[in-house]
């Protein structure tokens, strides 16, 4: 079965990178954000980014912001369902907020943003879906390569998370790509969970986190050994920067109502208070949930800074 | 405390000396890093005095269980690690609005001089010295003006603020009225029958249920271990009238192990008050962690006959998690399992998903479908994270108690979710 599946999804597209070398139409932002748009081009420039501006420089002020803000992107396809448009569209717009949301953030100070692209539970459909699925996947990754500008503007690296061996080839490519497109970039981290679990992310540390302690490179098991690997991608911290000192789990948004983690960041969000204690801080870090009732595409920057505002006031009070 | 001082003089004396010895062997930075070894070791020692304290405690609360169960062995002599604030101290008012203004506006930023100019102009490579000076004026005023303009974002953020804490205030008015207004139409009855059609007309109901409880401390109404208890054995009485067959009580200090027969006598009087005297319902009281199993009551030298014939048919299980369950738990999986591979008795190719999902059923127990947390704002705890997987969360915002109102609308939310696993 996987076979014809790579067959069929490697004939729709040759390949990746040779069209995006053809200034593929599918991946450019810009043009994206021309065709979705629904504001003039006078009113984005007056009025939104000085807004935007002086928000981000008033949460940077306050110094409380959220290190580490994790996102599950629920509700595309009910919202193409409830727009009567096709869902590659929505898809389209999804990412697009998804875009606007990563630059707002990062101008925020935020040092990790985790997305939740893809689970494995999502290959258990119908072969048609997940070729649809996979065709997707591939325009998203693709929408991302093309869109490093703002990796290296903020100096963001980008990193897949989740099993990758489950992918074709060409997506598989395309991963490695991104990664080491980007992995100079120390400034920031993007995880990109693409075929993930939660329960496959702590198995995989659990795993490596054996061998190492069978090949003698650590002496001890702790939670703090488990949630180095997780933090740092299955290896313990690399040069300078260890991830998970960097920012441990503060905010997850979930939007379209759901009150499920449905397999997401299983061990960051149950946080023992006392293995997470930020010394930073001078606190207990704790996690807040933002369950938002909109679909991801109608998620707007002003709600995402309105919940920020919000996290900086709450954090005050401690 | 009192060592670290005395060290700090003593290597202060020392230093004295060598300075007046010799005056080229100023160095500062051992006594640093010394001072900082001391401090490492004297929380070290802090650190296991607690533990042995925890210990102490915990021991106490078993002997107590086993001899007699008192009431008086449960005066606690210092309070457990996750003591929460309570919520009198949280409850927004508009007295503290003025000192959220001082305390935005005092508190300083790390890069407020930092003009965004100056990596910008590099006024070195200049060589003519007047253009040099304007341009140093001019990086000047950018100054002066970021810092304006920072007060002038202070400013804002304190209005924000002053703002959020309005809001605050009448949220927390809204949903406690809310949640009155909730608990007058679900009025708390003490007859399993009410519960029954509250829940028969639900699509469907959660097989295993999972509740998290938090300690308040023992000024408050219901606070204390005897209260959280007495509201778990509430939890238990409420689902057994619902008909879930399985139930996790998790509290983060594991407060409900450690006195399991006082546990048992508060559960099968609270049934015996919703169900009456003559047919108290059967249950049992499982620990994972220890492995442990107890049936309905503790043995009591009259009633010790009955206890050997008791039959094991149950209405409902209820399993005693905490911190234990959680995380660390996973951790001693993965060390043993560790060790294991390292003697060679276990193949590095054995360890699947299966294998570790296998096991932490065995260890913790199954996944539960629903978990109510009856707290203010959700904080799972450390709650185990293998099995929060797909479970339907549930809470009520700035709600505090343990109450029926919560209970029942987490059953008739998750009665109208729907899961479907990866689609």
């Known amino acids: 079965m996987k076979n014809s599946v790579e067959e069929m999804s490697r004939a729709s597209s040759p390949s990746p990178l040779t069209s995006n070398k053809h200034n593929n139409k599918i991946g450019d932002r810009r043009s994206l954000e021309e065709e979705y748009s629904n504001c003039s081009f006078l009113v984005s420039r007056f009025i939104i980014f000085p807004l935007k501006y002086m928000f981000t420089e008033i949460i940077k002020s306050s110094g409380r912001q959220p290190k580490h803000v994790s996102f599950i992107m629920d509700g595309n396809r009910r919202f193409a369902k409830n727009k009567k448009m096709k869902i590659e569209k929505s898809h389209d717009m999804g990412f697009l907020t998804m875009c606007k949301i990563l630059n707002l953030l990062y101008d925020c100070d935020v040092k990790t943003v985790t997305v939740f692209a893809f689970s494995i539970e999502n290959f258990s459909r119908s072969e048609k879906e997940v070729l649809d699925l996979m065709r997707l996947a591939k325009k998203r990754l693709l929408q991302l390569v093309t869109n490093t500008d703002m990796c290296s503007k903020f100096g963001v690296k980008v990193k897949v998370v989740g099993d990758i061996s489950l992918l074709d080839e060409d997506l598989k490519e395309m991963c490695y790509f991104l990664e080491s497109e980007t992995q100079g970039n120390d400034k920031c981290l993007l995880n990109v969970c693409f075929p993930y679990t939660g329960r496959w992310e702590l198995f995989n540390s659990m795993k490596l986190a054996i061998t190492d302690f069978k090949n003698g490179e650590i002496n001890d098991i702790t939670s703090d050994t488990i949630s180095e690997y997780i933090y740092n991608h299955g290896k313990r911290a690399e040069g300078s920067i260890d991830w998970a000192k960097k920012g441990p789990l503060d905010l997850l948004v979930r939007t379209s109502g759901v009150k499920r983690l449905s397999d997401y960041q299983l061990w960051q969000v149950s946080s023992d208070c006392s293995i997470d204690y930020d010394e930073s801080k001078g606190y207990q870090n704790t996690i807040k949930f933002e369950i938002l009732k909109l679909l991801w595409p109608e998620l707007t920057i002003f709600r995402i800074i309105w919940m920020l505002l919000n996290f900086c006031f709450e954090q005050s009070k401690k | 405390m009192n060592s670290t001082k005395e060290f700090k003089v003593d290597i202060k004396t020392e230093n004295g000396d060598s300075n007046s010895l010799s005056v080229s062997s100023r160095s500062n930075t051992p006594v640093s890093d010394l001072d900082d070894g001391n401090k490492e070791s004297v929380c070290e020692v802090k650190n296991l005095n607690d533990s042995n304290g925890f210990k102490n405690l915990a021991d106490e609360h078993l002997s107590a269980a086993f001899t007699s169960p008192r009431v008086t062995s449960l005066t606690r002599d210092r309070p457990p690690e996750n003591l929460r604030p309570d919520i009198g101290a949280a409850v927004p008012s508009f007295s503290n609005m003025s000192y959220i203004a001082k ?321």
Not at chain 2, 151 to 178: G, H, P, T
Not at chain 2, 227 to 242: C, K, P, R, T
Request: hydrophobic letters at 40%.
């Open chain 2, 103 to 423: 305390n935005t506006i005092s508190k300083k930023t790390k890069k407020s001089t930092n003009s965004i100019c100056e990596d910008s102009f590099d006024y070195e490579t200049d060589v003519d010295g007047t253009r040099k000076i304007s341009r140093y004026i001019f990086l000047e005023i950018h100054r002066i003006l970021r810092a304006i303009f920072d007060v002038i974002l202070k400013c804002i953020l304190a209005f924000f603020y002053c703002f959020f804490a309005i809001l605050r205030f009448f949220e927390y008015n809204y949903n406690s009225m809310k949640l009155k207004f909730y608990s007058l139409i679900y009025n708390p009855s003490n007859s399993p029958q009410l519960i029954r059609s509250d829940v028969s007309s639900l699509s469907k109901i959660p097989k295993i249920l999972a509740a998290i409880v938090d300690y308040k401390s023992e000024e408050e109404v219901g606070g204390g271990v005897l209260g959280l208890m007495e509201n778990s054995s509430d939890i238990v009485a409420w689902s057994l009238s619902a008909g879930i067959k399985h139930l996790y009580l998790y509290d983060h200090d594991g407060l409900l192990k450690n006195d399991v027969g006082l546990l048992r006598r508060i559960i099968y009087n609270n049934l015996r008050k919703y169900f009456g005297p003559a047919k108290v319902p059967k249950f049992a009281v499982r620990i994972p962690h220890t492995n442990q199993i107890f049936y309905n009551l503790p043995p009591t030298p009259i009633s010790l006959e009955y206890v050997e014939k008791a039959d094991k048919k149950i209405s409902i299980e209820v399993i005693l998690l905490s911190k234990v369950d959680g995380r660390e738990t996973i951790v001693d999986l993965t060390k043993s399992m560790a060790e294991l591979c390292k003697q060679g008795l276990l193949d590095e190719k054995d360890i699947t998903q299966d294998l570790v999902d296998k096991e932490l059923r065995k260890l913790v127990g199954e996944e539960p479908d629903l978990l109510l947390y009856f707290g203010p704002n959700l904080d799972l705890q450390g709650f185990p994270p293998w099995h929060i997987r797909l479970t339907e969360l549930f809470w009520e915002h700035d709600n505090n108690d343990v109450s029926y109102t919560v209970f029942i609308r987490g059953l008739k939310e998750y009665a109208g979710s729907k899961v479907n696993v990866g689609k």
